[in-house]
């Protein structure tokens, strides 16, 4: 009997490609995808803990699965809810006592016995009462002796043309603003022939773009047959993948950006000219205590040194606002290194104080009001560099991965090479491929274009995208930056 399954995605892509994998987990127990909770059988929150309200989201979220489980079962239905992810590897046991309402806690280096979880839960019944102990069987937030990666299953389902696949999982940097250290733990790298047979798959399934991803992927030491694999030698060898026509890598840290990742820029075609490189301050003094380990004149010379391998390269960034001691100066300092790089792209939020991590003990707190002012300054000189940015496209042409529906009939969506999203009038047929597009106009987020040949002659270039277009749909919510 088919069982439904709703995964609800929080956070980075790191969280999408677990929620693929976690679908891929539980296929063999007869579950297959639904487009709601609505009508799951399971529904399992794949959650994000990087600021407090990407934690809190989930409690909301638990509360009216609460509710649906009641509803059911006065009907004499059941309904499971997992909650994987951040939040569950920082607050598992909080979460068992004070949500009733979930059955399994499963953190992020635990999936591959995801399976065995759920299986022993349904077995066990449905809803636990009110006030009954938490079942430590339902609770894994270990971080196991053994890699979750080999123990995860080959098969997978189908990704759609543009897909992730993570190399590089953990972090060793330690920022003092950061839980990632604690909820994936130490830095691992996958072992290229691991990567490379991954890879193959996804583009066996229709995969066009393949983004590698990492908290610190930029770190990523594999053990090849010959030594030690890094970052520049991966994406080469990828490249050479038959059917393979774009790659991408995210999140580096700008301490270790590498001669042979910038030289992988210059080099590898397949290699999209977009970087995604935090800085978070443009204050040395905030740097220090945020522990970045870089000055603001460092980071300025990596993109330098960058934009001389590959002068058009997009490069996009995160920052924090407000963070423990920052001063009206140390912003200034922000909005300067801003105004003299020059962002494509950026994500920035109010310093949010993390249990656990050593900045939220600092008492130098800087004001709400404060922080709120200094996020709309920052936020409109970004904004306005972005527009800038994108209305420079206006009148070329872009070469388009169409990988989404877009929101009117006959609409899709692709990317740029530049990580812009595209919106064109194109037939469906051409989903999945990768077209020139002539561009129209231009906003903060998005430009919006003309097929350049009508895509005519390229439909018979079409490499099948192959089934699973409602698993695109449920990633399109989480693409491109950080939902939490
Ligand atoms: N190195 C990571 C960063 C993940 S978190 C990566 O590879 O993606 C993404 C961004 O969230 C960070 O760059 C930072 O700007 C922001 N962030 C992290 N912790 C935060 C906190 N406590 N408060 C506010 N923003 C935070
Ligand atoms: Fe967090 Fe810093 Fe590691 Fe990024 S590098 S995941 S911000 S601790
Ligand atoms: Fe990603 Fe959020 Fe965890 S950003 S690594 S899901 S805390």
Known sequence: ?????????????????????????????????????????????????????????????????????????????????GVAGCVAQAEGAEILRRAPVVDVVVGPQAYHRLADMIAAAEAGGPARGKGVAPNAARLDTDFPAESKFAALPAESAARGPAAFLTIQEGCDKFCSFCVVPYTRGAEFSRPPADIEEEARRLVGLGARELTLLGQNVNAYRGAGADGPVGLGALIARLARLAGLARLRYTTSHPGDVAADQIAAHRDVAALMPHLHLPVQSGSDRVLAAMNRRHTADEYRETVARVRRARPDIAVSSDFIVGFPGETDADFEATLALVREIGFAQAYSFKYSPRPGTPAADKSERVEEAAKTERLRRLQDLLVEQQLAYNRGFVG?????????????????????????????????????????????????????????????????????????????????????????
């Open 1 to 81: 009997m088919t069982k439904k399954l709703f995964i609800k995605t929080y956070g980075c892509q790191m969280n999408v490609y677990d929620s693929a994998r976690m679908a891929d987990v539980l296929a063999p127990l007869g579950y297959e995808q639904a487009d709601s909770a609505a009508a799951a059988d399971l529904v399992l929150l794949n959650t994000c803990h990087i600021r407090e309200k990407a934690s809190e989201k989930v409690f909301s979220e638990l509360g009216r699965l609460a509710r649906a489980k009641r509803e059911r079962a006065a009907e004499g239905r059941t309904l499971m809810v």
């Open 396 to 484: 070329g042409t872009v070469e388009v991965l169409l990988d989404r529906r877009g929101a009117h009939p006959g609409q899709l969506i692709g990317r740029s090479p530049y990580m812009q999203a595209v919106h064109v009038a194109a037939p469906a047929e051409l989903f999945g491929t990768v077209v020139p597009v002539h561009v129209l106009s231009a906003h903060a987020n998005s430009l919006a274009g003309a097929l350049v040949d009508n895509g005519a002659k390229r439909v018979n270039q079409r490499v099948e995208p192959s089934a699973a277009r409602s698993d695109l749909a449920r990633t399109d919510k989480t693409m491109g930056g950080y939902t939490g």
